[in-house]
């Protein structure tokens, strides 16, 4: 007999977990079927809470051997403990999986550890270290994404790796040739170059980070060449070869042909959905042809109704907050209340050094409109927290509506950008102009000041620059 419930996760992820949760505060019966052994998804197990465990980490290694003595403090030699660093990493991953089923269980939802499959409309399989049958009136599907390779150039899991084996190398690389300079490929780079490894980034496009505003990433790019990272843009991957210990990759730059020859190449292209063994072709879920992602209405009900589906696996960015954000308003919508995502005010995040975090339209977006706008800057140059961090590289850039003041987007580049934008989701959220972030006082000295003065300055001038 199949076992019942109100709903059906499938996936433990930043989305489906959070589905899970909030489904149950409001008072359905839940299931979560996990194909890991632990709960947490790509996010706490692979994805962002590794790398940023691992940046962090890199962080300090680096400020300790190169930055200190600009303190007045001598450390004499600083020797880098990679198993004690991976092991941290591993402490912090366990300690929030285990929150997860600590959440679980206080919300009384049921886990389910096996692959999930659907087999008829509201009946899905789980097979794997649970065998049962589960039915449902509502089947939410989160079973998020997976590293894409290039033709050719499939993973080998040494020498061609994803970002899964990049987070636990046991050894620090000589020369780590990146190929894709999108934000996972810059974090880990980052983080293997602070170690001590030569990095290579090879990118095809003609800038690192097109969704982000140029001059921002532009900038960022001229920082991460002065830490080191030799970057080559328009540049594609043609091959690669794999001698001993060693791997060639073989690239075309216009006419001119390059080489890299390293001992570890990460692939980091994009990410694509995961469906397949879902089931999804037998209850006939429609997927886009060129994407493969599942294609939902904005009830995040997919083209079989009471089958959901949200987070990395349909479309939008591929981010662990908008996954949560859409598993929220779907079982809201679900148990009839109403549930939203405002899309515009998705913030994100790279973890470099500096930071760079930004929130709605790039001044490219902006300029499509035609509508006419204004800009506001400030530099962390002039930011009296910064220069005391030792961390003033970079800016605070605020795009506003020229007629109204309105915020149209906030892109910021510096140090602890990734708590800095919050301000402006905020105040996006509230539609706040220009005006309303300047006249609020911001305690001084402190980051948030830059985000105050670049709002005045794009509503009438900084004080200070
Ligand atoms: C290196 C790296 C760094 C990242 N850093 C950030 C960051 O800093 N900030 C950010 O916002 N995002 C970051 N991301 C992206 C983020 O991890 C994803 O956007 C997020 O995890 C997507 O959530 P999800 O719930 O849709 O899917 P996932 O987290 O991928 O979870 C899906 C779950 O479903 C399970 N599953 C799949 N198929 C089945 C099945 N048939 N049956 C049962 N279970 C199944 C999987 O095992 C997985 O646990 C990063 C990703 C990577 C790889």
């Known amino acids: 007999m199949a076992d019942r419930f109100d709903l059906i996760v499938i996936g433990s992820g930043p989305g489906g977990y959070v589905a899970a949760i909030r489904a149950a505060q409001l008072g359905m019966k839940v299931a979560c079927i996990e194909k890991t052994k632990t709960l947490g998804g790509t996010c706490l197990n692979i994805g962002c809470i590794p790398s940023k465990a691992m940046l962090d980490s890199s962080e300090l290694y680096y400020l300790a051997k190169n930055r200190f003595q600009r303190h007045g403090i001598q450390v004499g030699d600083v020797a880098l403990d990679l198993p004690r660093m991976l092991a941290r990493k ?41 065998a049962a049958e589960l039915e449902a009136p509502a089947v939410l599907l989160a079973t998020g994404s997976e590293p894409s390779s ?10 061609i790796v994803s970002s899964t084996e990049a987070l636990m190398f046991d050894r620090v690389p000589e020369h780590l040739i990146v190929i894709g300079g999108g934000y996972i490929g810059l974090e880990m780079s980052s983080v293997w170059a602070r170690l001590g490894s030569k990095v290579t980034v090879v990118e095809f496009l003609p800038r ?14 001229k920082l991460l060449s002065r830490q080191g990272l030799a970057i080559h843009l328009n540049t594609r991957v043609t091959g690669a070869k794999k001698e001993g210990t060693s791997i060639t990759v073989t690239a075309q730059a216009g006419e001119s042909p390059l080489e890299f020859k390293g001992d570890k190449v990460l692939m980091s292209v994009g990410r694509k959905p995961v469906t397949a063994g879902l089931g999804l072709e037998q209850v006939a879920v429609q997927l886009e042809q060129k994407t493969g992602k599942v294609i939902v209405n904005d009830r995040y009900e997919t083209s079989v109704p009471g089958i959901f589906a949200i987070g990395d696996m349909i479309a939008g960015p591929m981010l662990a907050h908008k996954a949560s954000e859409e598993g929220i308003a779907c079982v809201e919508l679900i148990a009839g ?9 998705i913030p994100s995040v790279i973890y470099t050094n500096p930071e760079l975090a930004a929130v709605g339209l790039t001044e490219e977006q902006v300029k499509e409109t035609g509508k006419p706008y204004k800009v506001g800057k400030f530099s962390f140059v002039a930011n009296g927290r910064a220069k005391c961090l030792d961390e003033a590289e970079g800016m605070v850039k605020v795009i506003t509506d020229q007629k109204t003041d309105r915020i149209l987007g906030m892109h910021i580049l510096g140090p602890r950008a990734s708590d800095l934008i919050a301000e402006g989701v905020l105040g996006m959220e509230f ?15 402190t980051l948030g000041e830059a985000v105050g003065e670049a709002a005045r300055a794009a509503w009438s001038t900084a004080i200070q620059s």
């Open 208 to 221: 690192l980070l097109p969704a982000n505003d140029a001059e921002v990433a532009g900038m960022l790019h």
């Open 431 to 445: 539609s706040a102009c220009a005006e309303d972030i300047a006249r609020t006082c911001h305690g001084h000295p």
């Open 337 to 345: 209340k109403p549930g939203h995502v405002n899309y515009l005010t």
């Open 150 to 159: 290039l033709p050719g150039l499939p993973f080998d899991g040494t020498h």
């Open 90 to 130: 591993g402490e912090i991953v366990k300690s929030l999986t285990d929150g997860v089923a600590f959440l679980f269980r206080k919300n009384k939802i049921t886990t389910y550890f096996g692959t999930g499959t659907l087999i008829g409309k509201g009946k899905v399989q789980v097979r794997g270290e649970t």
